[in-house]
């Protein structure tokens, strides 16, 4: 009974906030168009879901301050979490494929958010490059460096593309730390347990202390710092060792057999 609640609460509440959306676009600041899916939308899904979300480290939200937050992935129900976590106007860097969802792709590229084409590395660079350029007119910005959501709540390995950006636009990174929510509402299913959320946001990593191309380090940096706080937070953690995504891979390392077998 609750699933189908969720899905029509999900479904019909998504409809009603994007004309808002639009309209706040005609006679508003982009700031109040963001604030809708923050303050209006979020609240309800989560309700919805029966989450009862935790915050800690908020200190380290600086909205003054153009930052990258960089989280764990668990459930698509993260999204709303984070929009309440992260009270700032940030912009997602999304897979490309989510401009075909209906309502939510429309909203992401309304309000300026950047597609990443990972099938195609040129379009991809370009779609990082705009990013950095974002980010260096004081925008901030959300992502998942897993590239997916983590099926048994681990924590899997990150792209290496994401630190680059970080690294090109000289910015802070944020590490946020999410568990609970894969529980809650498990990768590719709408089956509902309610629970608690729990959301840590760690304290800015200086990227200018890590050389200019060394992505892999920095992605290492932060990931240890989100399986740490995952572990603290009741999570699985994640494996320190497997690290770093294989190329044009989701959730597998680049050492894996599955890496190894393709070179």
Known sequence: MRKLFCIFVAGAWTAVCFPFVLLSMLTFTPAITLWIPRRMWSPVLLWAGGAKLEVIGQENVDPKRPTIYVANHQSTIDIPAHFLAVPIPFRYVAKSQLKWVPIIGQYLWITGNIFINRTNRKKAI????????????????????????????????FKKGPFALALKARVPICPVTIEGSGALMPKSTWNITPGPIR??????????????????????????????????LGGKGGDPDDAVAAAGAEGVSDSSPQALSSI
């Open 126 to 157: 370009a779609s990082l490059d705009r990013a950095a350029e974002k980010i260096r007119s004081g925008t901030s910005i959300f992502l998942y460096p897993e590239g997916t959501r983590s099926s048994d709540g681990r924590v899997l390995p």
């Open 199 to 232: 959301v840590k946001v760690g304290k800015p990593i200086d990227t200018t202390a890590f050389a200019e191309d060394d992505r892999e380090g920095l992605a290492r940096a932060v990931r240890a710092v989100i399986i740490a706080d995952n572990l603290a």
